[in-house]
């Protein structure tokens, strides 16, 4: 069982590109969340999805969006990149959606937009 | 807005000794709090959930309290071991939202 898988596991980015960062699961979690995480801030929620087919914004939702066409991959989309977009990105599933549920995270994406 | 602080951001100590860390948290009261372990260049993983009507909480070398009146969760590892090094990150729920410390980084010296 694999768990979390993240893809790529680096890329360097010229800014103004457009970069879709792959995330899947095999442990059947109808929840999945991006974060991304940078040095003095922690971990930050961009996007979530509850279950299949729903999304919503989490704390730094804006350059990024997302879809969940399945309950396996949850990929994170960054239309046209920007510098200050340069962090390691997480991303995470739980069995059920809430605060009373462990979250499993990927092996991260390290990402530098130039 | 959410705001979690976690003590200092580096904590040293000797082995065998107890670690205790901390994460205070102000403008919300969490029905949850979690916390993870984070490697270098690895994600979190999952270490213990308390819950608000749970003052503690333990798991073999580990124990969590909770104190809903301080809006403050304590986190300890006795007879630590070098292999405990690492950053230890706390985290709450609110609706769909999840807010995490920025982590303290434990070192244990042998």
């Known amino acids: 069982i694999a768990g979390i898988t993240q893809a790529p596991t680096s890329q360097i980015l010229a800014a103004g590109r457009r970069m879709t960062l792959r995330c899947t699961q095999d442990m059947r979690h109808n929840a999945m969340y991006w974060y991304r995480q940078d040095l003095g801030l922690g971990l930050r929620l961009i996007h979530y999805s509850n279950t299949a087919g729903t999304t919503g914004k989490g704390e730094v939702p804006d350059g990024y969006s997302v879809s969940r066409a399945n309950t396996d991959d949850f990929p994170l989309t960054l239309a046209s990149a920007v510098p200050s977009q340069t962090s390691v990105y997480f991303c995470?599933?739980?069995?059920?959606?809430?605060?009373?549920?462990?979250?499993?995270f990927g092996p991260g994406t390290r990402l530098l937009v130039l | 807005s959410q705001k979690i602080e976690q003590n200092s951001e580096a904590l040293n100590i000797q082995e065998g000794k107890t670690a205790t860390l901390t994460c205070n948290y102000t403008?919300?009261?969490?029905?949850?709090l979690q916390w993870y372990r984070q490697d270098p260049g690895r994600g979190p993983v999952f270490l213990l959930l308390?819950?608000?009507?749970?003052k503690e909480k333990r798991k073999e070398r580990l124990k969590v309290t909770f104190d809903t009146t301080l809006k403050q969760s304590l986190f300890h590892i006795t007879a630590s071991q070098p292999a405990d090094s690492a950053t230890y990150l706390c985290a709450l729920g609110s609706g769909n939202q999840f807010y995490f410390g920025t982590g303290t980084s434990l070192t244990v010296i042998p």
């Open positions: 403008n919300y009261s969490p029905a949850y």
């Open positions: 308390i819950r608000e009507n749970e």
């Open positions: 995470a599933s739980s069995p059920q959606p809430g605060s009373q549920e462990t979250q499993y």
